[in-house]
């Protein structure tokens, strides 16, 4: 069986109002939805603008200290360098002032050879480690032992005093070793002990 529709309208009784209508004021409640909605993604937009500004500004930081790290590294190894090189140079400073010109003392050694005797072999050494130590080594042909006291007064008035020495006569060939250590004059010469009565 077949129901037309207006049969049912005519079901329908009238109903009084429920509510009364919304008042005007929330009729403005779906544009506030809107304009909170935009105003939320124009704030989320502008947080991310400022958050990769901010990751900029780290990155940068961070690049920043790496340099003056980089920089102030380069600039201890620089500066380990030159006091290595200053080292060097007081070392070489300290071995020049330590080092005396051997010339001088040569030639008093060539002149206190007499005319009877004769000068073979002269050899002086000086170490690297202790420049202010001359090792010599003298061969001397001469009837006596004489000729090799008179060069030694020569040696010791050149303010060199000998250590160690090592004294070998063979007929009339003296051999002689020692090393000499120089005196600074401007220290007190050390005299020797008086013996005791």
């Known amino acids: 069986m077949q129901i037309i529709a207006k049969s049912i309208d005519d079901l329908k009784t009238e109903r009084k109002g429920i509510s009364p209508p919304l ?13 909170t909605i935009a105003a939320s993604v124009g704030l989320n937009g ?29 600039a201890q190894t620089e500066r ?18 330590t080092t005396r010109p051997l010339q001088p003392l040569v030639v008093e050694i060539a002149r206190s050879i007499a005319q009877d005797s004769t000068l073979v072999e002269l050899r002086l050494e000086r170490d690297e480690d202790s420049p202010n130590q001359v090792k010599v080594s003298m061969r001397l042909n001469s009837d006596s032992t004489r000729q090799l006291d008179s060069t030694l007064e020569k040696i010791a008035a050149q303010r060199y005093r000998t250590y160690s020495p090592q004294q070998t006569v063979n007929g009339q060939e003296i051999d002689y070793k020692a090393t000499l250590l120089w005196q600074d004059p401007s220290r007190p010469q050390s005299e020797p002990a008086s013996p005791s009565k």
């Open 46 to 74: 502008i947080f991310f603008l400022r958050l990769s500004q901010e990751v900029q500004r780290k990155e940068a930081a961070i690049k920043r200290k790496a340099d003056y790290d980089a920089a102030l590294k380069q």
């Open 23 to 35: 008042p005007p004021l929330f009729r403005l409640l779906p544009m506030l939805f809107y304009l």
């Open 80 to 97: 380990r360098d030159l006091e290595g090189e200053a080292k060097k140079a007081s070392d070489i400073v300290a071995w020049v002032d």
